[in-house]
């Protein structure tokens, strides 16, 4: 036995992908500084330097996850069969890494995919809206590269100081790629406002998890869970402020109404690909938080917690789909749905159970493909004819029919119409709400209605594009049959998605029940501590001590 510190060096592998897109990062930084001229084949270089790092980084966390499972044989035979539900009877423990401030579940192989799946989507089409607007490229990679990695860390972190550290890298990095085209006042006001409402998100945080460390005296996920049984069954005005404090940045980054404002005017003013970052990429990293500190950590603190994010899910669906109707812009409608889709999402998280948390992840991973592919289209529409407004992609089908298809299946899966992935997503996600119990019904009824409400904005640009008189700027273009080809990408896996959507389920399944299984139970009844929580809650240990000593 040595003294001193000794360092497992497992977390290593476990850190591949990060490390790889690091290196990325640092090569696209490199290759910027060393540019003498501004160029389309140096933009084409950056571009494909970026997709190899960020290809490789999804190829390690596959292998990673492929040893992972090859450790537990009854995975295989789980993860490969449809409808297997909850056939598994032994659920793999977690593991931990660097000191436990590390987490390596299904959680956070699951995300940490989802993130670079989009950054491998939002790549390719970025470079030519790009190219048409400004002659800095290399910042943007690596700019978007830092986002995603800021997500991974969030996804896999164990500890509170490991979850700032990966938000703010996610926020900061977001924050300026808002602003990117900085001579554009929309583009610049989106950033400015985005950094200002999230800079008091994350002082709430801060404040939120001060709190939590002084009740605790710990920062790791699993100590701090622990030590807040003891105060699960109260309702101190202290444990209520540092529930809401934390409640209020994850709200804020997945665009909950009345954490919304933000949304549409970042959307409409930032770049079309930002746009796509922001309601996809780091949606799905704001989920990751969500599910960490909820469905984990404050899992004890439900009475508390669980009423107000029902309400605030059905004000989102309300909100969300109610104002789209009213948008002549493309970016802003989506905008809006955005936080419909968000509310509906958070549905899977209340009910508190293991389908409905499934039925989140599952809805995260078809809606990733569908938001995309329309933000894709809408990137190709703006590049076609420098507009995104409703009436200008009037009898666009005649000139590009490609692209039309793509938008139209993506807004279908968006509205939830079968056979695509949105429609299953909805599906498993409302079945999980109702089995929860009769008491989520009402829920399910502002879901339904809502999503009625949607087809209208949603089907009404299908009907423009198909049947609508060509506006003057589509009667200018010059015909193309062509369609993107991370368009075509993000159309097939949307009906891919919902084909064979029982096979993901599985996946999703076994994440939940992981995490889940993994959660501490809850106490019933209150501990015997000071109501001012100035004095720490005695051990279970000092407790038994206690009684003996009477």
Request: charged share 10%; proline share 5%.
């Amino acid at each position: 036995m040595t003294d001193g510190l000794v360092l497992d060096t497992q977390f290593l592998k476990f850190l591949l992908p990060e490390l790889c897109l690091t290196i990325g990062v640092l090569m696209v930084m490199v290759l910027t500084i060393a540019k003498t001229r501004h160029n389309a084949d140096e933009h084409g270089a950056l571009a494909v330097v970026s997709m190899l790092f960020s290809l490789g980084a999804l190829a390690l966390l596959g292998y990673n996850f492929k040893q992972f499972v090859d450790t537990n044989p009854s995975l295989i035979v789980h993860l490969s069969q449809p409808f297997l539900g909850g056939t598994l009877a032994n659920v793999p423990e977690p593991e931990t890494f660097l000191y436990a401030t590390i987490r390596g579940d299904f959680l956070s192989y699951m995300i940490r995919g989802l993130l670079l799946l989009g950054l491998v989507v939002i790549i390719p089409f970025s470079t030519k809206y790009l190219e048409k607007r400004t002659a800095i490229m290399g910042d943007y990679y690596l700019l978007v590269m830092g986002a995603t990695l800021g997500g991974m860390v969030l996804a896999l972190a164990n500890d509170l100081i490991l979850l700032f550290v990966g938000l703010e890298t996610l926020s900061i990095t977001s924050y300026i790629l808002a602003g990117y085209l900085r001579r554009q006042r929309a583009s610049a006001e989106a950033s400015f406002k985005y950094l200002v409402y999230g800079g008091v998100a994350t002082a709430f945080f801060l404040f939120g998890t001060s709190l939590i460390y002084g009740l605790t005296g710990s920062t790791n996920l699993q100590e701090v869970t622990q030590g807040l049984l003891d105060y699960s069954a109260m309702t101190h005005p202290t444990l209520v402020l540092m529930v809401l404090m934390v409640m209020a940045t994850v709200l804020f980054k997945l665009s909950i109404a009345p954490f919304q404002m933000w949304t549409p005017d970042v959307y409409e003013g930032a770049p079309t690909p930002v746009a796509a970052f922001l309601s996809v990429v780091s949606k799905t990293a704001a989920f990751a938080l969500l599910i960490r500190m909820f469905s984990y950590a404050f899992l004890g603190f439900a009475d508390i917690w669980q009423p107000v994010m029902m309400l605030l899910a059905v004000v989102s669906m309300i909100v969300g789909n109610v104002v789209a109707l009213k948008q002549t812009s493309l970016k802003r409608l989506l905008a809006y749905s955005t936080i419909a889709h968000a509310g509906y999402m958070l549905l899977g998280i209340v009910v508190l159970s293991v389908d409905g948390l499934s039925s989140t992840l599952y809805y995260l991973l078809a809606y990733l493909f569908m938001n995309l592919g329309a933000f894709a289209a809408v990137l190709y529409v703006e590049n076609a004819i420098g507009s995104d407004q409703l009436s200008d992609i009037s009898g666009l089908l005649g000139k590009r029919p490609g692209l039309v298809l793509g938008l139209s299946v993506c807004l279908l899966s968006l509205a939830g119409i079968p056979i695509t992935a949105g429609f299953f997503a909805k599906f498993f996600l409302f079945r999980a709400v109702i089995a929860a119990g009769n008491e989520h019904m009402w829920l399910i009824l502002f879901a339904l209605l809502t999503s009625t409400i949607s087809l209208y904005y949603y089907l009404n640009p299908m009907r423009l594009m198909i049947v609508g008189e060509p506006s003057k700027v589509v009667e200018g273009l010059a015909p193309s049959s062509d369609t993107p080809m991370p368009l075509t990408l993000a159309t097939v896996a949307t009906i891919v998605l919902g084909v064979w959507a029982s096979i993901f389920l599985n996946a999703t399944d076994l994440t939940a029940r992981q995490l889940l299984a993994s959660s501490p139970p809850i106490k019933v009844e209150p501990p015997a501590v000071s109501q001012h929580l100035l004095i720490p809650a005695p051990s279970h240990q000092d407790q038994a001590a206690l009684h003996g000593h009477q």
